[in-house]
């Protein structure tokens, strides 16, 4: 397989334990079974692999709504294999993102990030509260799935 291949991936996946140490080779401290154990109802995992190789992902969790109390889902972590970079990889990976959160349990999706140029590329703006120097949170507007 030498295509590029996008797919949705759980912890029954040959996949998990790939992506899991990726995005532990960014942030040492992530943890599948932080997020997605302790957070149920998150949306699937999403997998760029080619030849069988994990070369990026996205993942979910849930934090406080930045304008409200209640909890939401946050894009939680984006990778892409820095030889893989510059592709349009993590663009595909936020987009297919932004289209799996329902916009009938919350108006927005949120991430915070330290390249809020690459979210404000894809429409996304920055939201006016405080962030670690160099991050930013980010915030799309989800918009109704039609029904088919």
């Not at 109802?41 to 760029?48: E, F, G, T, Y």
Request: include cysteine.
């Amino acid at each position: 397989m030498n295509t590029l291949v996008f797919r949705v991936c759980d912890e029954s996946s040959p996949y998990w334990a790939d992506l899991e140490r990726l995005f532990q080779s960014e942030w040492a401290e992530f943890s599948f079974v932080d997020t997605y154990r302790a957070k149920p109802k998150l949306p699937p995992v999403i997998l760029a692999v080619r030849n069988n190789e994990v070369i990026g992902g996205l993942a979910y969790s849930r934090f406080q709504d930045p304008h409200g109390s209640s909890e939401v889902v946050w894009v939680n972590a984006v990778y892409v294999l820095p030889e893989w970079r510059g592709k349009g990889i993590a663009s595909e990976l936020i987009n297919r993102g932004v289209s799996q959160v329902s916009a009938t349990t919350q108006s927005n999706l949120y991430a915070y990030t330290n390249v809020p140029s690459l979210y404000e590329s894809l429409g996304w703006l920055a939201v006016g509260i405080e962030s670690e120097p160099n991050h930013s949170v980010m915030s799309i507007p989800l918009r109704t799935q039609p029904r088919v």
